[in-house]
């Protein structure tokens, strides 16, 4: 079809691309019906009205010229803007080009009009260079030249997107200095002010600004996640840094050192607090960081965190105690303050003085004394903790214990009747106790100061509104609920307009508890292991942070996937999961060793082969091959260094049906079993083991969390010795030994 231009309306005889509609025709993308709408429109371009009207998109008209002038498509993500000294802003924005790329003798030029040669002469004079043209869409490009040359008319364009800025300062602004660019000031107040406006309204909790090589970009963390919002152009970095501060009220003069402030605004009529963090980035200017404190998140006591019942039990009944010391730990961000100040307000009363030391105080709570912080004055946590002392309080809270001073004073402090709350950095629950003393406090102190610790992270809330239910036999098999007791409904993420299409909104907290009673106490004093404290400490009601997290899966709180995320990828000898199937340690030792001496080669069905290390993959004959079996991932690892001291091969499994699979498939020397275990405990392995003729001979020692009453049961069913644990790495060894020698294998 050819386009009669006499058919045209006079006012689109001024588009300057009208040789494309032609083009676009002839390759089939623009029916006759659609090339006469664009053909009569009073659009300034046609590339452009045949985007708006979806009859083309932009990336396929770029492919269809790029193709057909042998061009190539330009990467306006990676413009280089000190080129734009080369070609001036007129003769840019008359021709809609942009220079992108340049060298003493090429300079490269994207355009919407591959095919002008009379400009690509024009620009070979301009420049003084050769000109290389790559196509791009009028669109992006004006975008582009904005960005390049007219920052501020960039920012007004992202002030369109944002919605209307609410905010208002609490406090009095500050004088501003002068070095800025005029241009950019008032287009960038706007722009902080709407982009504050924007992430308190979007939930976010902080405001990332980063300059990187091509701009700065703008992210907001929204429920623990970054999510970027916004480019801005290189030169509008600089002034984006400057506002913020001056919001902040910080030295606008100093971009070589960390600054950090605070301000108070009001968003909506909403009061929020802010504080505002800068950092030098080498060669690209300042890195902000806001973090937004929205009052109105601040949970009002422990049972508002939504806990299952047995964590929120163990939370009370820390908060129980009139003295010592509760310790929460965990990563930044992972709502160690949360936390804290639900636990504040659990026991704020009215009867009892409750004084903070913090750094920074990020909420102001009525009721309670609380303390600034001031390294630089020489106010630290140490000496703040001194005063704080001898003002009769009832409850301490410590923002962190960071070093042996610190320490010393609030271990004091709980010894002589304070309830003291504070933070630490570890991984886990148990890991605390191996902190605070390497921060110099002697065992025997944590010992009688402690009360417990609970270690913290947020995982993602499942969207309400668009998560899918999938069936329990859906998850993988190490995460299925077994018990038929738990009513499982796990969910999945789907995403909508509700939750930003990410399938999830809101968070929730996976706990750790750790409760310090008398038996660990006395394991503390003695300087236990992690290991042996969360042993110990399993009979009272703790669970991993991956058996919490796993609980929230069942209940459709949450998914597989998020837990992942944020606990890491379970690795196969993984803490095993409440009431479900745990993951099997498999150990593949040289495949090079010699096969086992049994001379029964048992065949192995092939699902339980993969559980099952290979006799030909043991190790060399001579060594007493010894079988774990116990559902406590750090209880196993702990018996396995013990053992493989003393020469030994340590297998493991992880429940008791996982152990009579491996009994099935090779040969052992002894079996240590521990008696609760999901899917079967061990006095059913005990039972299928002497019932069975291959599997009746082998020694057992049953080592258990269970008191005594349990020992004449496990002997009568054929077990040659029983131990309770936690138990003493010297008394294992001898017991190990004499059972062997007993059996003639020692």
Not at 150 to 164: C, D, H, M, T, V
Not at 519 to 533: K, V
Not at 594 to 614: C, E, G, N, W, Y
């Given at each position: ?178 070095a800025k660019d005029p241009a950019l000031e008032a287009p960038m107040t706007r722009l902080v002010e709407a982009m504050i406006s924007d992430a308190v309204r979007e939930g976010a909790s902080d405001i990332h600004a980063e300059p990187l090589e091509g701009g700065t970009s703008v992210r907001y963390r929204i429920d623990g996640v970054l999510k970027e919002v916004m480019r801005l152009p290189g030169t509008a970095g600089p002034a984006l840094v400057r ?504």
């Amino acid at each position: 079809m050819a386009v009669d231009s006499r058919a045209v309306a006079p006012s689109a005889l001024v588009q300057p691309d009208r040789w494309l509609l032609q083009t676009l025709v002839d390759a089939e993308l623009l029916t006759p019906p659609q090339a006469e709408d664009l053909s009569t429109a009073n659009d300034a371009s046609i590339w452009e009205a045949a985007v708006a009207r979806h009859y083309a998109t932009d990336e396929i008209v770029t492919r269809l010229l790029s193709g057909l002038f042998k061009v190539p498509i330009a990467d306006l993500r990676n413009v280089d803007a000190r080129v734009s000294g080369l070609l001036p802003e007129a003769l840019a924005r008359k021709h809609a080009i942009l220079p992108i790329w340049a060298d003493e003798r090429t300079i490269r030029i994207a355009t919407a009009d591959p095919r002008d040669l009379n400009l690509e002469q024009t620009l070979a004079f301009v420049t003084g260079r050769s000109v290389i043209l790559q196509v791009a869409p009028p669109k992006a490009l004006h975008e582009k030249i904005d960005e390049i040359y007219r920052p501020e008319a960039s920012i007004n364009r992202l002030l369109s997107g944002l919605g209307p800025a609410n905010v208002e300062t609490v406090d009095e602004m500050i004088a501003v200095p002068a070095a800025k660019d005029p241009a950019l000031e008032a287009p960038m107040t706007r722009l902080v002010e709407a982009m504050i406006s924007d992430a308190v309204r979007e939930g976010a909790s902080d405001i990332h600004a980063e300059p990187l090589e091509g701009g700065t970009s703008v992210r907001y963390r929204i429920d623990g996640v970054l999510k970027e919002v916004m480019r801005l152009p290189g030169t509008a970095g600089p002034a984006l840094v400057r506002r913020i501060k001056i919001l902040a009220k910080l030295d606008v003069t100093d971009p070589l050192h960390p600054h950090d402030g605070r301000a108070a605004i009001r968003v909506d009529g909403k009061a929020v607090d802010l504080r505002v963090s800068t950092v030098p980035i080498a060669r690209r200017g300042e890195k902000v960081v806001v973090r937004i404190l929205d009052k109105a998140n601040l949970r009002a006591n422990i049972p508002d965190l939504m806990l299952p019942p047995g964590e929120e039990e163990l939370m009370q009944r820390l908060l129980g105690h009139r003295e010592g010391i509760v310790l929460v730990t965990g990563p930044t961000g992972s709502g160690k303050t949360t936390t804290l100040y639900a636990m504040l307000n659990q026991l704020k009363t009215g009867k009892t003085n409750i004084v903070t030391v913090e750094d920074p105080v990020e909420y102001d709570i009525p009721g309670i004394s609380q303390l600034q912080v001031s390294e630089a004055q020489g106010f630290t946590f140490a000496t703040a903790l001194r005063s704080v002392l001898r003002q009769d309080p009832d409850v301490v809270l410590i923002g962190e214990i960071r070093d042996q001073e610190t320490a010393g004073i609030a271990v004091q402090a709980g010894l002589s009747g304070h309830l003291v709350l504070s933070t630490l950095h570890t991984n886990d629950a148990p890991s605390a106790v191996v902190r605070i003393r390497d921060l110099g406090v002697e065992a025997f102190k944590v010992a009688s100061v402690l009360r417990g610790v609970v270690a913290q992270r947020l995982v993602r809330r499942l969207c309400t509104v668009c998560a899918e239910s999938i069936n329990p036999d859906d998850l993988p098999n190490e995460l299925r609920p077994v018990s038929s007791r738990i009513d499982a409904t796990p969910k999945r993420a789907v995403g909508c307009k509700s939750c930003g299409g990410s399938g999830y909104r809101g968070r929730i907290a996976v706990l750790e508890v750790l409760p310090v009673d008398e038996t660990i106490a006395h394991l503390i004093e003695g300087g236990a292991l992690p290991d042996q404290l969360y042993a110990a400490a399993r009979p009272l009601g703790m669970k991993t942070l991956w058996q919490s997290g796993l609980e929230r899966v069942w209940q459709g709180l949450t998914s597989v996937e998020e837990i992942v995320r944020v606990l890491g990828e379970r690795s196969v000898d993984s803490t095993p999961t409440t009431s479900g199937t745990p993951v099997l340690t498999l150990i593949k030792p040289d495949a090079t060793a010699p096969a086992s001496a049994s001379s029964v080669t048992p065949i192995v069905p092939d699902a339980v082969r993969k559980l099952v290390i290979p006799a030909s993959e043991r190790a060399p004959d001579g060594k007493p091959h010894v079988l774990i079996a116990d559902d406590d991932r750090q209880m196993r690892r702990l018996v396995r260094m013990i053992l493989e001291r003393e020469g030994y091969v340590v297998h493991e499994a992880a429940d008791g049906l996982d152990a009579l699979e491996m009994v099935e498939g090779q040969t052992f020397d002894l079996m240590i079993l521990d008696l609760d275990m999901p899917r079967l405990d061990g006095i059913g392995v005990l039972e299928e083991l002497r019932a069975r003729v291959l599997t009746s001979s082998i020694p057992v020692i049953v080592l258990t969390a269970r008191g005594e009453e349990t020992e004449g049961v496990v002997l009568d069913l054929g077990a040659q010795d029983y131990l309770t644990k936690p138990v003493q790495p010297a008394s294992l060894q001898a017991r190990v030994r004499a059972v062997l020698r007993r059996a003639k294998i020692a």
